[in-house]
């Protein structure tokens, strides 16, 4: 297993988070030409397992799709691009959905909204 990446980028047509190796998040929304803003920290287990279920799925060698997903490495490489759905959508669309609906819980905590 390859080591959680320094920084995983995803992004949607209205969704961007970054994900550090730390377990920092930013979040930025937008919608409408609203947007929104958020920083929260993701408890490294779940990152791990989440990068884990990422990699089985053959990540980055992944068919190409509507959703970018990129590994930064600490070396300066990048990893990925437009990728088809993988396991880690969903655990990353379920991040996405707490920092937003500010549900902290022992997954993600330090939820704080920088714009409104």
Known sequence: MVAFPQLLEYATDRIHILLDCD?????????????????????????????????????????????????HR?????????????????VLDALIGQIVDDKADAVVTNIVRITS
């Open 23 to 71: 377990g920092n998040a930013r979040l930025v929304e937008t919608s409408t030409g609203v947007r929104r803003e958020w920083t929260a920290k993701v408890a490294l287990p779940h990152l791990h397992a989440a990068w884990a279920a990422l990699e089985q799925s053959g990540f980055p060698s992944v068919p190409a799709g509507d959703r970018t997903l990129i590994a």
């Open 74 to 90: 600490a070396d300066g490489r990048k990893e990925g691009g437009k990728v088809t759905a993988t396991a880690m959508f969903a």
